[in-house]
Structures are given as structure tokens and as C-alpha cells.
């Protein structure tokens, strides 16, 4: 039983078996259904053909490791992005080093515990399905999982000090964001000509006739040009949570046209190009050479005329929304701050006021700033944890 079980081994060479276990581990990091049968499927392809040349054996791969619609849409970018080092679209864990797997908590399900990401295929091969051990090692390490997300969904942001906490929750704020702007984007309506069946419309159709599903419920997309401009206070008093909402927006100017940014201190920058770079690290290096003064005072008011006299005509339509994320504390004259949020106010659709103290106990917006921009404002929210960002999302849907 034993030489069967080593002859039915397949030999590939250990540094190959650790790059396909890397590439598997981050097609399953964003939503491929990869199991070990597949991994047996993929080391056979590869002692076949051999990695010499990658994109040899794609094709094999693409149609071996895609289930659905969403994963044949994204498996090219995945692989080019392993083993061709180019860039990608979406968000991809692009090396399964142990660092990055820990830092990079862009994927909503938990890890496997028990396993780190450079050895996961050579020991899953090998492991029997039926251990007891690794079942019970599988399981705590989800529980531990989803609870570490869970914290750090809770947390406000200035009480996060560790700085491998302080990465994930950057990168949560920033996988968070392109699932809001995903959801708020692609809404589907009732059509009698869509390609696609609305299942639920139609089973509850169906309840007339007794279950029986006589007519079909088609549905379309339905395009929201909803528009999106984001002001983002980078004053010293924002600092503990700048970083995070940078990564937010970030996630949000990420493939969508419809949408800008800009951040304010002293005075306003227009900074939607740097955030459109595809890499965070790369839009962030590009955002600390545009902003200079980032950390000083705040000129609220200041920075809304400026918006409103050089950019608003160009960036507002009649479906946008402002969202000005800042704590209100404002250096100039009130009487000023207020004219420039009515004449904004004039323009857009709605005003949405994202203030990370709300979320403290006690507080209440009696700075004069914030008190001047109050009657404009037409929601008025925390953004201090993930979840209160999250909680941003069917407001913003129903626009």
C-alpha cells in the first residue's frame, strides 16, 4: 500500500510545487473554488507540459480551475499577474509569501489554519481527507478568522496601533469600497426582453398558480449614473484616520469613472489621477508628492470656494453626491464655510458628511464649522470603524 501510495505521487520538483501551491492558494484567496482534486489536476498538467513557458499550459489551466462566469473573467489577470508579474484590475494577492498573505485581507473569508501559504499544496496533496486533526485545525483556524475580522470591523481606527492590524484594516477599507461601488453600480430592473431570469420576482409570481412558474421575470441592468465626489480632510487633526479613508477612496476611484476626489487642508488638490493607479502603494506615493502642508490646519471653507469657483461646474451633475469625510474643525470664519456649502448644496444632489468623532462618546457637533455646515448637509454619519463605512451603502443605493 505504501509503494502504491508514493508511485501514485506526482513528481514535478519541489520549487514547482510550491509556485503552483502559491498560484492555487491565491486563486482560492479571490473566490475560485479550488480544491484537491483540482491541485492533483494542475500538478499533472504541469509534469505533462512543465512551467518553462507559463503561458504554454493557460489554457489547460483557465479551463481546469474556472467554474463560473466571474472566475473565467478573472483567471486571465491572476495568471499573468503570478507567473508574468503584470499588473492586474481587480484585487488579486499577487505572491504567496507568508508577509503578504498576513497583510493582505482584502479576501471577506477566513484562512485555513494549520497550513502556511508557501507549503499549502505540497502537504493538502498528501493529507488524507478523513483527518480528524486537520478538521479540527481547519475549523479553529476560520473561528480565529472571522473573529480577527470582526474585531477590526468594530474598531475605530485611532485605537488600532499594531501595524499589521493597521494594514489589514487598510486594505479592508479599500475591498470594502469596490464592493460598495459594484453593488451601487450594476442594479438590475424588470424587463420583459433581459437575458437574465429573475428568480426571486418569479417564484413569487409563481405563488398565483400554485408554484407553478408559467411566466418568466427577465431582468437588465439598469445604469445609475450616480456620481460621486469625495473631499477628504488631511489635516493634523484627521491624522489617525487619514490612511484608512485614502485606501476607501482609493477602492472607489478604482475603475469608475464617475466618481473624483479631492483632498484638503490649507488649501484643495485635485487628486483622483494618483488615486486611479492600480497600485495602492504607488497611488500613495504619488498622493504624498501632490499634497504638500498634509498634517497642518484646516481651511474648510477656504477649500469649498476654491472647489466651487475651479472644479464643481466640471465635476457636479444633477445625480452627485458630496462626501466630504472631516471632523468639522475648521480655522476660518464661519460665515464663510456656510455661503460655500449653500452655494454647493445649489448644485449636487445630495451632501454626505462622514465625521469619524461621531463615533466617540459624548460628542456633539458644536464646533463652529461643523455647526455652519449642518443645515446643508443631508446625511450625517460616523466613519470611524469598517462597519460605519459600510453602513454608507444603501443610503448611497438609493440615490
Known amino acids: 500500500m505504501a509503494a502504491l501510495r508514493k ?37 499533472k498538467i504541469v509534469a505533462d507540459a512543465g ?20 472566475d473565467w473573467d478573472a483567471f486571465d489577470d491572476l495568471f499573468d499577474a503570478f507567473w508574468l508579474g503584470r499588473g492586474v484590475k481587480t484585487r488579486t494577492t499577487v505572491n504567496a509569501s507568508r508577509s503578504a498573505l498576513q497583510k493582505n485581507m482584502l479576501n ?48 475605530d481606527f485611532r ?61 437588465r441592468p439598469h445604469n445609475r449614473p450616480l456620481r460621486l465626489v469625495v473631499l477628504l480632510d488631511a489635516s493634523g487633526s484627521m491624522s489617525l484616520y487619514t490612511a484608512v479613508f ?45 499634497a504638500q502642508g498634509v498634517g497642518g490646519g484646516t481651511k474648510i471653507g477656504e477649500s469649498l470656494a476654491t472647489f466651487n469657483r475651479w472644479h464643481a461646474a466640471r465635476v457636479i451633475h444633477s445625480r452627485t453626491c458630496v462626501m466630504i469625510l472631516s471632523d468639522g474643525y475648521d480655522t476660518g470664519e464661519p460665515e464663510h464655510l456656510k455661503r460655500e456649502m449653500a452655494a454647493l448644496r445649489r448644485r449636487c444632489k445630495r451632501i454626505v458628511w462622514l465625521n469619524p468623532m461621531i463615533g466617540w462618546e459624548g460628542y456633539e457637533p458644536s464646533a463652529r464649522g461643523m455647526a455652519a455646515a449642518l443645515p ?11 462597519d460605519s463605512l459600510a453602513a454608507l451603502e444603501p443610503y448611497l443605493a438609493r440615490i
Open 51 to 70: 512551467m518553462d513557458r507559463p503561458s504554454s499550459v493557460k489554457p489547460a489551466l483557465k479551463a481546469l480551475l474556472c467554474s463560473r462566469r466571474s
Open 246 to 290: 485614502v485606501r476607501f477612496v482609493h477602492g472607489i476611484l478604482d475603475h469608475f469613472l464617475e466618481a473624483d476626489a479631492f483632498l484638503f487642508h490649507t488649501q484643495l488638490v485635485h487628486v483622483s489621477d494618483a488615486l486611479r493607479e492600480k497600485d495602492a502603494g504607488r497611488a500613495l506615493d504619488r498622493l504624498g508628492l501632490m
Open 159 to 219: 485605537k488600532i496601533a499594531d501595524p499589521d492590524a493597521i494594514a489589514e484594516a487598510n486594505a479592508l477599507a479599500e475591498r470594502l469600497a469596490r464592493t460598495m461601488r459594484a453593488r451601487i453600480t450594476r442594479r438590475d430592473r424588470k424587463s420583459q426582453r433581459g437575458r437574465q431570469i429573475d428568480l426571486r420576482r418569479t417564484i413569487r409570481a409563481s405563488l398565483q398558480t400554485g408554484g407553478v412558474p408559467l411566466d418568466l421575470i427577465r431582468r
Open 7 to 43: 508511485s501514485s505521487r506526482i513528481d514535478v520538483g519541489f520549487s514547482v510545487r510550491l509556485r503552483v501551491a502559491g498560484f492555487l492558494r491565491t486563486l482560492r484567496d479571490n473566490g475560485f473554488r479550488v480544491g484537491l482534486a483540482e491541485s492533483r489536476d494542475v500538478l
Open 108 to 155: 471577506a473569508s477566513p484562512q485555513r489554519g494549520g497550513t502556511s501559504p508557501d507549503d499549502g499544496l505540497a502537504s493538502d496533496v498528501e493529507r488524507s481527507s478523513s483527518g480528524q486533526d486537520s478538521d479540527e485545525a481547519e475549523l479553529k483556524g476560520k473561528r480565529e478568522g472571522a473573529s480577527r475580522f470582526d474585531n477590526l470591523a468594530h474598531t
Open 376 to 386: 446643508y448637509v443631508d446625511l450625517f454619519a460616523p466613519a470611524h470603524t469598517l
